[in-house]
């Protein structure tokens, strides 16, 4: 199996483009028409947002919103050509920082953001040696 897609359910799909295209450089690849759905260029794996009153319609279940007061257990990450430039971007577009840039033990280089909806985003670099 091949993972595919990941789908964030956000606010308002507009704005997530927006702010993604922006915060981290990403480049919209497509929003259909009633703006309730839209796909980054991301890679093999598509990021792709979908408002919640369709993804209630998906999912015919009740979910938990992301949000900033109340962060949900999943995140995102990307990898910058360099990060505290990338950092400071995101935080001059709305970007919300969580943890500055550190060295892991591991041998990266992470910080960690919210994005508008509140969903956890890393920008992460592997050191080099």
């Given amino acids: ?5 990941t789908i964030l359910y956000v606010n308002n799909v507009n704005d997530s483009v927006e702010f993604y295209q922006n915060a981290f ?6 929003i259909h028409e009633s703006g309730d759905y839209a796909e980054m260029d991301t890679g093999e794996v598509t990021l792709a947002f979908c408002a919640h009153n369709l993804a209630k319609d998906i ?3 009740k979910y938990l919103k992301a949000s900033q007061k109340q962060l ?9 050509h360099n990060l505290k430039e990338a950092y400071e971007t ?10 500055p840039p550190e060295v892991k033990p591991w041998g990266w280089e992470s910080a ?3 994005d508008l909806d509140g969903h956890i985003v890393e920008i992460a670099k592997e ?3």
């Fill in 59 to 61: 999912i015919k279940q």
């Fill in 1 to 5: 199996m091949k993972l595919t897609y």
């Fill in 72 to 80: 949900i257990g999943s995140q995102i990450s990307f990898e910058p």
């Fill in 25 to 30: 450089g990403i480049k919209n690849r497509f």
């Fill in 90 to 99: 995101a935080l001059e577009n709305g970007a919300k920082s969580i943890i």
């Fill in 112 to 114: 960690i953001l919210l």
């Fill in 127 to 129: 050191l080099e040696v």
